[in-house]
């Protein structure tokens, strides 16, 4: 079944009950009825209307025509916002009786009567007949001052439910796109915003209007954005584009968007009224073009680069043979200096001791300096051996226990340590994967070099502890002797570099040079802090975990 609306009545007061009557009178005519015919059709409709009048809601009458299948009728659809259709009983048994069918039926907790009145009119009802009655109806003049009123009335009442509708069906459309829409006024406050500002921003149209968008745009291009915002340019303007990074609610990260503003202009004034503007996300296009505008740069530097890598390469190759040459080389001489040194301690020793008194005073000095620079060579070819003996590719990694390490480094200095009368304290120490004769090397090294540099007139004390840090163990040597000044902390762990002379303390300069490069084979690290005259603490931090051979 298809109706169609032609005209509709409000029920708000009595004075409505002569627009129905009147309303009736003229869709029965319309409809080719008779005189009594129309006032019967009215006088039923009027009826029912009555009773909707008691209502405190009020109801509303809509006279249809239905042009469906065989027979026409005119029809009177009178919806009550309440759901009583008692109170239409009176009225309803007497109209029911003057058309030729009736309906009363609730929908969504309202009544609605429909009276359907036939018609036989002698020509066709088709559409444009029934645009043609609309038409009719909206050009019908008033009859009474009230009429007047209560037809602007509807008409703005209608006017409003269509801008509503418009409304609803602009914010739909605008949350719909993938994009922010907004609209400013002429001083640039947010006056509109679809709900993908907020999705993006987490900020309201009230709080960017406050804080003028500073919490989400970039520092770097608040200026020009919040410049367009404030002053776009008015006269013969179109459309004004500028480009900034707003920040999302998620994170910290600002990313690119192309902000457009256009005028909204008054057709009959031809002013602007208001301004309309789009913010886009550009950042993938904007990466996209930096890229094509750095590629012929890129292209460049990694030619460069190739020709660099080949260079270095070459140099890596001619250094690696370098090393390789030079590691024989101090092996080799270190090697072959030992007999001739290891015979002049034994001469000069020998004629110390069987040919004292057959020797000047002169004589027995210069013999004596010659058995101490063979011993210093000696120590320093020791220490040489060892430096060059230390290799990545010969290292052995497996389990070690470092107390034993301790231990066996302690049984090395035992001389040194009863002589000085030096105390060790170690803490329990655990197992780790590393070269045993490394770690012993290391220990050995930092304790004798804490027992060497001790305070004359004290007797050295040396703690020994560890702690692990993430996944290393950082042990700390501490002790109690003259310490240095930090200023001297680079050349330390240098190749024969000293802090003091030999006269005063012993050394080839090359002890913690070795325990810099066994640290650094196992991918840790040595380093010290220290004040004069207050003791020292050097650190040794080593991964726990190393793939055992």
């Known amino acids: 079944m ?7 009545v409000t029920l708000d007061n009595d004075m409505d009950l002569i627009l129905v009557h009147k309303r009736c009178m003229k869709l029965g005519e319309l409809g080719g009825l008779s005189l009594s015919a129309q006032t019967t059709f009215a006088t039923a409709v009027s009826e029912i209307s009555r009773n909707a009048l008691e209502s405190e809601k009020g109801g509303c009458l809509i006279l249809n025509v239905e042009t469906d299948g065989r027979d026409k009728y005119l029809v009177a659809c009178l919806k009550d916002k309440q759901f009583n259709h008692k109170r239409f009983s009176q009225g309803l048994e007497y109209a029911k009786r003057l058309v030729n069918k009736y309906n009363v039926s609730e929908i969504n907790g309202e009544t609605n009567i429909e009276l ?10 088709d559409v444009a007949k029934v645009e043609e009655w609309r038409n009719m109806f909206r050009a019908e003049v008033p009859i009474s001052p009230y009429e007047e009123l209560k037809r602007k009335n509807e008409q703005l009442l209608n006017l409003s439910e269509k801008v509503q509708t418009s409304e609803a069906q602009y914010r739909a459309l605008t949350n719909s796109l993938p994009m922010i829409i907004f609209s400013l006024d002429m001083k640039g406050h947010l006056l509109y915003a679809n709900e993908w500002l907020t999705k993006y921003t987490g900020e309201t149209i009230d709080s960017l209007n406050g804080s003028g968008w500073k919490a989400v745009v970039h520092e770097n291009d608040y200026e020009s954005f919040y410049h ?7 006269k013969g303007s179109t459309t004004i584009k500028t480009q900034a990074r707003l920040k999302h609610k998620n994170g910290e990260e600002f990313l690119w968007h192309q902000i457009s503003i256009s005028p909204f202009i008054n057709d009959t004034e031809e002013e602007i009224q208001y301004w309309i503007g789009y913010i886009v996300d550009i950042h993938t296009q904007k990466v996209f073009e930096e890229t094509l505008k750095d590629n012929a740069e890129l292209k460049r530097t990694q030619d460069q680069l190739k020709e660099n890598q080949q260079t270095l390469e070459k140099y890596i190759e001619e250094l690696n043979r370098s090393n390789y040459e030079l590691q024989q080389f101090a092996f080799v001489a270190s090697h072959d200096l030992q007999e001739p040194v290891r015979k002049l301690l034994f001469y000069s020793d020998y004629l110390l001791k069987t040919y004292t008194n057959s020797i000047d005073q002169k004589g027995f000095e210069y013999l004596g300096s010659m058995h101490t620079a063979s011993k210093r060579m000696r120590t320093l070819i020791q220490d040489l051996l060892t430096f060059s003996r230390i290799n990545k590719e010969e290292i052995r990694f497996k389990p070690i226990d470092l107390n034993t ?3 066996e480094a302690l049984q090395d200095l035992e001389i040194s340590i009863e002589e000085k009368g030096a105390r060790i304290n ?3 120490l655990p197992v780790i994967i590393s070269d045993q004769g490394m ?13 060497k540099y001790s305070k004359p007139a004290n007797a050295p004390v040396i703690d020994i502890t560890c702690q692990q840090k993430d996944n290393f163990l950082e042990l700390s040597f501490s002790d109690n002797g003259i310490g240095f000044n930090e200023q001297y902390l680079p050349q330390m762990f240098t190749l024969f570099q000293r802090l003091h002379d030999r006269q005063s303390y012993e050394g080839t300069g090359l002890g913690l040079a070795i325990c810099r490069k066994i640290a650094e084979i196992h991918g840790g690290k040595i380093w010290a802090q220290a004040k004069e005259g207050e003791g020292a603490t050097f650190f040794v931090s080593l991964p726990m975990n190393q793939s055992a051979n």
């Open 2 to 8: 298809t109706m169609h609306e032609l005209a509709r």
């Open 116 to 125: 359907f009145y036939n018609i036989s009119p002698p020509f066709r009802i």
């Open 405 to 407: 390490v301790a231990k």
């Open 426 to 428: 170690i803490q329990s």
């Open 439 to 451: 770690m012993r090397q290391l220990f050995g090294n930092i304790i004798h070099n804490s027992i």
């Open 228 to 234: 367009l915002l404030k002053n776009p340019v008015t």
